[in-house]
């Protein structure tokens, strides 16, 4: 497969056309950013790591039924995708309360939640990403009804098989942000599932070993990522 001209540039990926119209080139990058882009920097080595990591985890989800973007990996920082169309829904699953959630309910970092809460936001960088319901969804025309139920149970499906897998290797995931598109009809997984989009914390000591590192001026970033991506795979 051929790489071709870039089509879009984000926060932490490049997007190239290739020579067939029904997949795209993504490149992972190292910059890194925070607050809705209010906070920028580098962090060395995150796009190698969180191209792994997102590998590790569509292809984890593909043998357990979850229908993915992810093709195959074509070096260290890039992967072959299969083109969406996105839905301008993200969606966060939190097990426990952590971020925006503590400051919007009032609840300590730490507190488990009794059961997981899903919450929606509008994917529009100009307007920081609101959160919404579904309501503002339906006038919005963002989704089907059918379409967010079923992102809705694959959510949910994602997050058992992920808490399920990182527990042996001592993770907790705390939450998550899900991007689903649509391709030739049907609703995929997209985006990334990495330290940059899921907050894991190491289940003995409450470690962070995600982007909290970076938004909070905690240091050692990278070896955090680094650690996330020794304990799923040994490299």
């Known amino acids: 497969m051929q790489k071709l001209e870039m089509i879009y540039e984000g926060k ?14 993504v490149e992972y990058k190292d910059d890194a950013t925070a607050f809705n882009g209010q906070k920028k920097g580098t962090i060395d080595n995150k796009g190698i790591i969180n191209n792994k990591v997102s590998a590790v985890f569509f292809q984890l989800l593909e043998s357990k039924g979850i229908s993915t973007h992810f093709v195959e990996l074509v070096s260290d920082r890039e992967m072959i995708v299969k083109a969406l169309q996105i839905i301008k829904v993200e969606v966060v699953v939190r097990n426990i309360v952590a971020g925006s959630l503590a400051k919007r309910i009032g609840l300590p970092e730490g507190t488990i939640l009794p059961r997981t809460v899903l919450e929606y936001y509008y994917k529009d960088d100009a307007l920081g990403d609101p959160l919404i319901n579904a309501s503002h969804i339906a006038a919005l025309e963002l989704a089907t009804p059918e379409q967010m139920e079923f992102i809705k149970e694959t959510a949910l499906k994602v997050n058992e098989i992920m808490r399920e897998y990182l527990a042996p290797v001592n993770i907790d995931l705390i939450d998550y942000k899900l991007e689903f598109g649509t391709h030739k009809g049907q609703v995929l997984l997209g985006d990334e599932i990495s330290p940059d989009t899921c907050r894991f914390w190491d289940k003995t000591t ?6 909290d590192r970076f938004r909070r001026d905690l240091g050692n970033v990278e070896g955090a990522y680094r650690e996330v991506l020794r304990r799923l795979t040994g490299e």
């Open 206 to 211: 409450g470690e962070k070993l995600d982007k």
């Open 12 to 25: 932490a990926k490049k997007v190239y056309r290739t020579d067939n119209p029904d997949y795209f080139w």
